[in-house]
Structure formats: C-alpha cells, structure tokens
C-alpha cells in the first residue's frame, strides 16, 4: 500500500466511526441509495431471508458460510434485545434452511456496551441454541479498548460450551501474550490481521512485520490441533500456509468476506482448500463498508463503479 492509499485508507476508518456522518448518510435518501448500491457488493442484504438466500446459494457451491447481522456499540437495552433475538430468529433459520454456519457477532451488539452481565446471558442464550441448531457461534474481535472485556466474556462462556469461537487481531501487540491464554481453551480461532486503526503503541501497521506476525500465530494454532480459521485475502500469507499444507489438514480453513476477492477464494476451493466466506446482512452497512474500502483503497473505484451502474452487481462473482 503506497503511502497515499494508507492515508486514504485512515481517512476511511476515521470516516466509519463518525456516528453524525452515518445518521446523515442513513437518512439522506440521495446518499443512501448511493452507498447502499456500493454496499451490496458486500453485503448480501438488510435482511434475514436476503442473507440466508445467499448463503443457501454458496453453500451448495461448496462453500463453508458465516453469517452475521450487522451491529455494534449498541447502548439502549431494548435495542441490545432486538439484535439478541434477530440472532436467534437467524440460528433457527439457519437451522430449519439446512445451514450448517458459524453465526458471528460483536458481544458490543448484544450488550457489552450497555451491560456486560447481559451481554453474557444473551450470548450464553445464543450458544445453547446454536448447539441445538447445530451451528457454532463466533465472537468477532473489536477495538482494542474493549479487548479485555471481550476475552474475560469469551472465556466464560468457552466454560460452558464448546461450540463458541473467538477472533484474534495479529496487530494487537497484546495478542502474542494473549496467545497461550487462548490455546487453552476450547472452540475454533478465527485470526485476523485488524481492521480497526489503532496507534503504533498498541498496534502493528499494514506490511512485512505484520504479516509475519500473523504467519506466526497461524503456526502455533494449526500445531495445537485447534481449529482455526485463516480469515485473510493475502495471497502471500495464503501461499505460505498452502506451501507448509495447513490446508491439507482437517481442522484448518481459509476464510474471506463475501464480495472481496471471490477469484480467489474460487481458486482456493478448487485446490482443495476447505474455504468460508463471510456473509452479513442487515442496515448498519455503513462501518462495515468503510472497512472493507479501507482495506484496499482502490476499491473505491469499483465502490464508484458500483454506485454509477447498479447493474453489474446483478452478476454472481462465484458462479462457476
């Protein structure tokens, strides 16, 4: 990333958590209508059944799916219950659809932010129902200054069910440290490089150090027989890991967010790696858009693309 992509890509994520710049986009219909034709390359709707339908479509393509309603920082209770039961409204349909998913959600969406003890009950609901859903649930990683409080839940509830997951950021410094803790548990590790800006303090930018971080973490997890989920679109690190035949083993995936790179996740698939993709849905769109231009700044050229013709998003990227 040159250094005028990595300022436009920090003027994105400072963009994305601009509350008063997303009411104004959200209730501006010229804007919406604009962004959300953007949005939709990524997201598969703002809707559950948009949402499963698609996900119903990739998996009989061969994909492993998970699935998230988008949301997060939620601080009114009544609104922290809404998100909790459209959660288990979309495990059950999951469920009664054939779905076999990992359901994926910020603990900030379903009360860490208003009420940590309610944050855990509603998380330890959804597990239960999961399980008998047969589907697994995965805690999502957020900005560094709730990590702790993420990991304290996350442990807690990893004590009561198995089918729990969590998310680990490899630009953390912390997550090196936080990386035995986590090996002791149970439950699939999804690992990430970070999409969150954080100060160099705390945090390794894009580039050759972190990558090799993430590389290193990856080894350990794949050595402890843990599941793990290799959620990245770095076709270096996804060279590594196939040239070392992590994906060979039955307990390793790679996983990508719907919309970005689907050749390659495509080519992944077809050499046999068993490959996720990551399908939300839902009308908190706009963060989760800004993140995914952020990450590759010249996806502001297609996102324009996008807005000025509607109609190229009518063609399937993963048909094959």
């Not at 509350?19 to 959300?36: G, I, N, Q, T």
């Amino acid at each position: 990333m040159t250094a005028e992509q990595q300022l436009a890509a920090d003027a994105l994520r400072t963009f994305a958590r601009d509350e008063r710049l997303k009411a104004h986009v959200l209730d501006s219909p010229p804007f919406y209508r604009m962004l959300s034709a953007a949005a939709k390359r990524y997201v598969a709707g703002e809707t559950r059944d948009e949402a499963v339908a698609v996900a119903r479509r990739l998996s009989g393509r061969g994909y492993r799916i998970s699935l998230e309603y988008i949301g997060e920082n939620t601080r009114e209770r009544e609104e922290c219950m809404r998100a909790k039961e459209e959660f288990a409204a979309l495990i059950g349909e999951a469920g009664r659809q054939g779905l076999t998913a990992d359901i994926c959600f910020d603990l900030s969406h379903i009360g860490l932010t208003a009420d940590e003890e309610m944050a855990f009950a509603h998380a330890d609901e959804l597990a239960f129902l999961a399980g008998q859903s047969g589907q697994s649930l995965m805690v999502s990683m957020e900005e560094s200054d709730k990590t702790e409080a993420i990991w304290k839940l996350y442990e807690r509830l990893a004590a009561r069910h198995g089918n729990v997951g969590i998310t680990v950021q490899a630009h953390l410094h912390r997550s090196l440290a936080d990386l035995p803790r986590l090996l002791e548990l149970t439950g699939k590790i999804r690992l990430v490089k970070g999409a969150f800006k954080e100060p160099q303090s705390i945090a390794l930018p894009r580039g050759r150090e972190l990558n090799e971080r993430y590389v290193q973490m990856a080894e350990a997890c794949v050595e402890a027989g843990r599941p793990c989920s290799l959620a990245t679109h770095d076709e270096a690190i996804i060279r590594i890991a196939q040239e070392r035949g992590y994906f060979a083993l039955p307990h390793v995936e790679v996983e990508m967010l719907y919309g970005i790179r689907p050749e390659l996740a495509k080519a992944a698939r077809q050499w046999g790696a068993a490959t996720r993709l990551y399908v939300t849905y839902g009308r908190e769109w706009y963060l989760y858009l800004c993140h995914r231009l952020a990450e590759h700044p010249p996806n502001l050229y297609t996102a324009l693309a996008d807005m000025a013709d509607p109609a190229r998003l009518q063609r399937d990227p993963y048909e094959n």
